[in-house]
C-alpha cells in the first residue's frame, strides 16, 4: 500500500474527502516524525510501537573491494506489532 491508497482507504472508511483524508494523513506523518526526532515512543495500542534504537559503530567489509571498513553508529526507527496485530497475522 502506498501514500495514495492509504489516503483513499481512510477516506472511505471514515467517511471524509479525499481532501480531507490527505491532510490527516499528512499532519500524522508530520506529528510523528517530530516526535521520532526528539526520541519519543509512538504507541498505538492494538495496532504496535514505533521507537528510536541506536545501533552501535561496527566493522564491516566493502563487498565491491574486500576492504575492512567502519559502518558509523546511527540511530533507526524499529517497529514492534501489537499483540492484537499479530493474533490477526495468523
Same mark, same amino acid.
Given at each position: 500500500?502506498? =501514500?495514495? /491508497? ?6 472511505? /472508511? ?11 494523513? /499528512? ?16 504507541? !498505538?495500542?492494538?495496532?504496535?510501537? !514505533? ?22 553508529? =546511527?540511530?533507526?526507527?524499529?517497529? =514492534? ?5 499479530? /493474533? =490477526?497475522?495468523?
Amino acid at each position: 500500500m502506498n =501514500k495514495t /491508497e492509504l489516503i483513499n482507504g481512510i477516506a472511505v /472508511e471514515a467517511g471524509m474527502s479525499k481532501v480531507q483524508a490527505k491532510a490527516a494523513v /499528512e499532519a500524522a506523518v508530520k506529528v510523528m516524525e517530530a516526535a521520532l526526532v526528539k526520541g519519543d515512543k509512538i504507541s !498505538l495500542v492494538g495496532f504496535g510501537t !514505533l521507537a528510536v534504537h541506536e545501533k552501535a559503530e561496527r566493522n564491516g567489509v566493502n563487498p565491491a573491494t574486500g576492504a575492512k571498513i567502519t559502518i558509523p553508529a =546511527k540511530k533507526v526507527v524499529k517497529f =514492534k506489532p501489537g499483540a492484537e496485530l499479530v /493474533e =490477526k497475522m495468523k
